[in-house]
């Protein structure tokens, strides 16, 4: 019985959602290649911004995939970053993966960002200069994600869900989008990289588009890294990472990365980023595959990524309407049984916190003070099932998100 209450339950809060978020899932979208042709717009001009030298300016370029005879206007927009260690690679190395994304009704976009020339002042400072690279990257990306931002509240001509934007990438492309997710906070910046962030225009950086949030909402990370797990906080952005087990190029745990020669930057791979999120409760997926290859995947190995997907946009309601980007908070354990908490970092309101049914019904009330980062629920007297947590702060913020009782 209980097993049938809770299956009705998730049917129920599919359909709401649904309602809610005004994305169409239906027919295997974002699941399935339903859609048989794609239109590819190329080489569209995102920014702007100099070359390593500072002097030199280069124009920044991005491809964008739809799926041909969709009139859906509302849908999630996913950025990839293509791989070659920062001093090599194009847009058109990840055309394949964008046109099977927008076969399944995602917007796709291969993005062009700034790369290092490798020089004798490079050669004679191989880390800094690299540390220095990802963060010009860094900037590029927050101003491809700026500027759709911006496209689609100037006629929306690509059709996307502005609160839906997901980033991902190969190898350097998948360190980048990686950093671009959780370095999010000036606190977070290296001390040795704190002047230069700054030079180049802080954390948003000078690439174009201002005004526009860069906060995505997901990330997909093959065979990627990043400085360090902690900057992963509770609440942050959903994560699914893939790597080789004994990766020689990027570590899978945690080394020094190897283009062909090492350069002494510590990256910690996926395989850490995805324990750090298990550890958060971060809603995450992973999958280590044998050999010492580089970026080297079996067929259907994407599947893994394309599943998590379709569940965190059709299921679990991934959105900035449910999950504005001041609001960040979590609900651990989830599914619970007589208690979870819920857990909100860096707290800076007064909220008032509702628990409501299916039917809509409030069942539970509880208030969360200014200062006051984690309160416990006591969820024993619940029927099993899923709720809605519902959070209004005192200035009028809101944020929701799903828990199931067993």
Not at 145 to 159: H, L, Q
Not at 195 to 205: C, D, N, P, R
Not at 263 to 281: E, H, P, T
Not at 307 to 316: E, G, K, P, T, W
Request: one cysteine or more; aromatic letters at 10%.
């Amino acid at each position: 019985m209980k097993k049938l209450i809770l299956a009705f339950s998730a049917f129920l809060a599919f359909q709401v959602g649904a309602q809610i978020e005004a994305i169409n899932c239906s027919g295997n979208r974002y699941h399935q290649m339903i859609f048989t042709n794609v239109t590819k717009t190329a080489a569209v001009k995102y920014g702007a911004n100099f070359k390593q030298n500072g002097t030199t300016n280069e124009d920044l370029y991005l491809d964008i995939y739809t799926p041909d005879g969709d009139a859906d206007t509302d849908r999630p927009l996913v950025i990839l970053a293509h791989g070659g260690s920062f001093i090599s690679g194009n847009r058109s190395d990840l055309q394949v993966q964008c046109e099977i994304l927008a076969r399944m009704g995602y917007v796709a976009v291969s993005m062009s960002y700034r790369l290092l020339t490798i020089d004798l002042q490079v050669l004679g400072n191989k880390e800094m200069e690299f540390k220095k690279e990802v963060i010009r990257a860094i900037h590029d990306m927050r101003a491809a994600i700026r500027f759709f931002r911006k496209s689609a509240e100037n006629g929306n001509p690509y059709g996307i869900n502005k609160d839906l934007i997901i980033v991902g990438g190969y190898s350097a492309g998948a360190i980048l989008a990686d950093h671009v997710a959780y370095l999010d906070k000036v606190s977070k910046v290296p001390s040795d990289l704190t002047a230069y962030m700054t030079a180049q225009g802080g954390l948003e950086g000078n690439s174009g588009n201002p005004g526009y949030s860069s906060v995505p909402q997901l990330v997909l990370s093959w065979c990627g890294a990043i400085m360090d797990t902690t900057w992963m906080e509770p609440g942050a952005q959903p994560y699914a990472g893939m790597h080789n087990q004994g990766d020689n190029v990027v570590p899978n745990l945690s080394g020094y990365p190897n283009p062909g020669f090492e350069i002494q930057v510590n990256l910690q791979g996926d395989s850490l980023m995805y324990k750090r999120a298990q550890n958060i409760n971060i809603p995450s997926v992973y999958k280590m595959h044998p050999g010492s290859a580089h970026c080297d995947f079996p067929a259907g190995a994407n599947d893994l990524f394309i599943d998590f997907l379709h569940d965190q946009l059709c299921v679990q309601g991934l959105s900035l309407k449910q999950h504005p980007e001041t609001v960040l908070f979590s609900i651990y354990p989830n599914p619970a049984e007589t208690a979870f908490y819920i857990d909100v970092p860096s707290n800076t309101w007064d909220w008032e916190v509702s628990i409501v049914n299916m039917l809509g019904q409030t069942i539970h009330n509880e208030t969360i003070n200014n200062g006051q980062t984690r309160i416990e629920v006591n969820s024993s007297t619940f029927r099993p099932g899923i709720y809605f947590v519902n959070m209004t702060s005192n200035d009028g913020k809101k944020a929701s998100k799903k828990v199931v009782i067993k």
